[in-house]
Structures are given as structure tokens and as C-alpha cells.
């Protein structure tokens, strides 16, 4: 991962803060570290931790791509509790649940393949579950 990627990703997590977000720094990481354990490769280490407070009523991760603008038409998160997870694309101030082709879970991943290739401005990962372990997220 290069170290642009590390600020973009960096950024992420820091415009999440500003939305209220209570963000763990892993082992005293900043909130790039934070970023980079989530897409640095390695699929069975833990990058950050979600918990659905009370006034909360779903369980999300959030991410900004507008710096990075990927074009894919899978998403595969590694986790612990990712099971049931579905997808929302943020279009401008619009989240949109794309139309999606095929979903496959293992013990510890989740892969959603999308029907279309798309280019959102933001990716939005949700779980059914109170508590979840993010490993790592890939688009394809």
C-alpha cells in the first residue's frame, strides 16, 4: 500500500469521526493505522471493531470514495459476525442498495457480487449483527 493510499484511507476514517463515529485505535494506532489494517492484505488480524450502541438501529461501516473513485463489481469483507451482511452505495446525498447478482459466505467472509460495475462516491457495509470484526475489505 502506498503512503497516498494510507492518507486517502486515513481520511476515511477521520470523516467518519466528524460524523460521531467512536473510532478504537487498535494496539495506540492512529486513525490511519486504523485504515491501513483494513486493507493492508491480511486477511485473519483484526483492524477495527463495531458495536451498535443503543440509539443506533443498524450496525454499519462507512467509507469514502471519492478520493480513490474504484470501479468494482465485487465486495468481499473477512470478519468475524459478517454474515448477513449487505451493501449500500452512497450516489451523491443518495444511499442506494445495488442490484446484486450472487452473495457467498464463509465462516469468516462475505462476497457480494454486484450485477453491474459501479463508481460510488461511498461504500456503506451493513450488519445484522450488535458486534462485528472487520479483517479486511477488498472491491474488485
Do not use: C
Amino acid at each position: 500500500m502506498t503512503q497516498k493510499q494510507v492518507e486517502i484511507l486515513g481520511d476515511t476514517v477521520r470523516l467518519m469521526e466528524s460524523w460521531g463515529f467512536n473510532l478504537k485505535t487498535m494496539h495506540g494506532q492512529n486513525s490511519a493505522g486504523i485504515a491501513r489494517k483494513l486493507f493492508d492484505g491480511v486477511r485473519d488480524n483484526l483492524g477495527y471493531e463495531l458495536h451498535l450502541k443503543e440509539d443506533q438501529t443498524e450496525n454499519f461501516f462507512e467509507m469514502d470514495l471519492t478520493k480513490v473513485a474504484p470501479s468494482f463489481n465485487k465486495v468481499a469483507v473477512h470478519g468475524l459476525n459478517v454474515d448477513g451482511m449487505t451493501i449500500q452505495l452512497r450516489m451523491g446525498d443518495e444511499l442506494i442498495a445495488p442490484a446484486v447478482e450472487n452473495v457467498a459466505t464463509e465462516q469468516y467472509s462475505t462476497a457480494i457480487l454486484l450485477k453491474e460495475t459501479v463508481k460510488p462516491d461511498g461504500l456503506r457495509l451493513i450488519f445484522p449483527q450488535a458486534t462485528v470484526e472487520l479483517y479486511e475489505i477488498e472491491v474488485f
